[in-house]
């Protein structure tokens, strides 16, 4: 079966600090995709990133990066000098390679809180 | 702004009302998706329209019936709900092909429905 948990359920941290989310994943597939999505408080949920289980390569993109390590079935993601609007929830999610269309599995999502 | 744009963004309704969500993107995307979230929890997959037909129902109860007029367009036709189906309904679309694994999803804003 396939699962995904992230088992920081809330955040807070002060404005500038770095913070780690941590994502944990299952699957017997040896092939699938890892994704992010943030949620702000408006409700829209904001892809962050898409990453395939061949390329285990760390991603950043500004203030972000992503650790993916197939070993521990980890993909965590790091906000480096985090500010108040980086505030939000953050879904971790998995999908088959097929792509089962819209069929992302989602972690129960962190809730960030960044205090000024 | 978002590129899914849904309508209305809060609807509260009684249970034997009959009203519609609706759904409009102009990315060129040939799947469109339905979501359901209840707060503080992930989001649930619907319904899935592929190319205008209906290609995953994930044993939605009768009472919501989707329909997919055109590419652009995606509705949620609501009647006799109960009290337990108030949420946030997300509106989700994607470019429909699987050639390049699975599709990202790109989300709307979501409409909060609230059933009396």
């Known amino acids: 079966a396939q699962k995904v948990t992230q088992a920081q359920t809330e955040i807070s941290v002060v404005e500038k600090e770095d913070v780690t989310l941590d994502c944990v994943y299952e699957t017997r597939d040896t092939t699938y995709y890892l994704f992010w999505y943030k949620q702000p408080p408006s409700g829209e949920l904001v892809f962050l990133i898409r990453?395939?289980?061949?390329?285990?390569q760390n991603e950043i993109s500004g203030r972000y990066s992503w650790n993916f390590q197939k070993s521990t079935s980890s993909f965590n993601f790091t906000i480096t000098a985090s500010q108040v609007v980086d505030s939000a929830v953050y879904f971790c999610?998995?999908?088959?390679?097929?792509?089962?269309?819209?069929?992302?599995?989602f972690g129960k999502g962190t809730k960030l809180s960044v205090k000024p | 702004d978002t590129e899914v744009t849904q309508t209305p963004k809060h609807l509260v309704m009684g249970m034997t009302n009959k009203k519609s969500l609706k759904c409009e993107q102009h990315m060129g995307h040939r799947a469109m998706y339905w979501y359901k979230q209840k707060a503080k929890k992930p989001p649930e997959l619907m319904f899935v329209?592929?190319?205008?037909?209906?290609?995953i129902n994930e044993s939605v109860p009768s009472r919501f019936s989707p329909e997919c007029p055109n590419s652009s367009l995606l509705n949620l036709h609501l009647h006799a709900l109960q009290p337990e189906d108030s949420a946030l309904y997300l509106c989700a679309s994607s470019q429909g092909n699987r050639a390049s694994g699975a599709n990202v999803l790109t989300f709307g804003a979501g409409s909060r429905l609230t059933v009396l």
């Open positions: 999610a998995l999908s088959d390679y097929g792509g089962s269309q819209g069929n992302l599995i």
């Open positions: 990453r395939n289980s061949f390329d285990e």
């Open positions: 329209y592929s190319y205008e037909k209906l290609s």
